[in-house]
Structure formats: C-alpha cells, structure tokens
C-alpha cells in the first residue's frame, strides 16, 4: 500500500521559509513523477512544482508561475522522499500543500494524472 506523508509545514512571516518533506514508502519511487500541490482555503487545489529523474544527474523540473525563482523542488530518491523549499514566502502562498506521485516518468501537471496523495501539510504566511 503506497502511503506518503507529508511534514515541514507551519507559521512563517511574509519573507521567510520553510522546506516541506514528503516521504514515501509502499512502493520504490525513483522513476515516477513526484509532485506538489496545495489549496487555498476556497480555491481550487493547484499545481505548484514537480520533478522527474531520468538516471544519474539528469532530473527534469516543473513550476508554476507563481513560485518560480521562489521554491525549489528536489529528491532523495535512497529515501523515497520529495522535497518544496520555499523562500520569499508571500501570505497568497497560505494553503494546504499536497504532495503526489504520478506511477510514470512523463512529466504532467493536472492533478488527475497523479493516484498516489498525502495527506497535506497546512502552510500559513502571516503579513
């Protein structure tokens, strides 16, 4: 049973950071897209950053608009685990954040393509 758990989230001030970890166990990762997500409250959930690894040093990265140049996503593949580091926090970046698996190597950002969630870590950005 593939199971992620998602941990790093909490309160930060407008400007801060903070690195969100996803660790996943069940199933051997290294292959798959990994991804992050998040909803704030009364939005739709939506894309934040996603990676693939294609074998020694090469790893393919994805994101949003929104975060670029802000956040950073990276693996530890040994650990079957995903990370968000997140910086330049703003309080618009307040929200649940999800973090995914897609069972393929083919990089897509719509949330349907990805079977495998956690269970959310809150995030807020206070002013």
């Known amino acids: 049973q593939v199971q992620l758990v998602e941990s790093g989230g909490g309160l930060v001030q407008a400007g801060g950071s903070l690195r969100l970890s996803c660790a996943g166990s069940?199933?051997?990762?290294?292959?798959?897209?990994m991804g992050w997500f998040r909803q704030a409250p009364g939005k739709e959930r939506e894309f934040v950053a996603a990676?693939?690894?294609?074998?020694?040093?090469?790893?393919?990265?994805k994101y949003a608009d929104s975060v670029k140049g802000r956040f950073t996503i990276s693996r530890d593949n040994a650990k079957n685990t995903v990370y968000l580091q997140m910086n330049s926090l703003k309080p618009e970046d307040t929200a649940v954040y999800y973090c995914?698996?897609?069972?393929?190597?083919?990089?897509?950002?719509?949330?349907?393509?990805?079977?495998?969630w956690g269970q959310g870590t809150q995030v807020t950005v206070s002013s």
């Open positions: 069940g199933r051997i990762f290294s292959y798959y897209v």
């Open positions: 995914a698996v897609r069972t393929s190597r083919v990089m897509i950002i719509t949330e349907e393509a990805y079977p495998y």
């Open positions: 990676i693939s690894w294609s074998g020694g040093s090469t790893y393919y990265t």
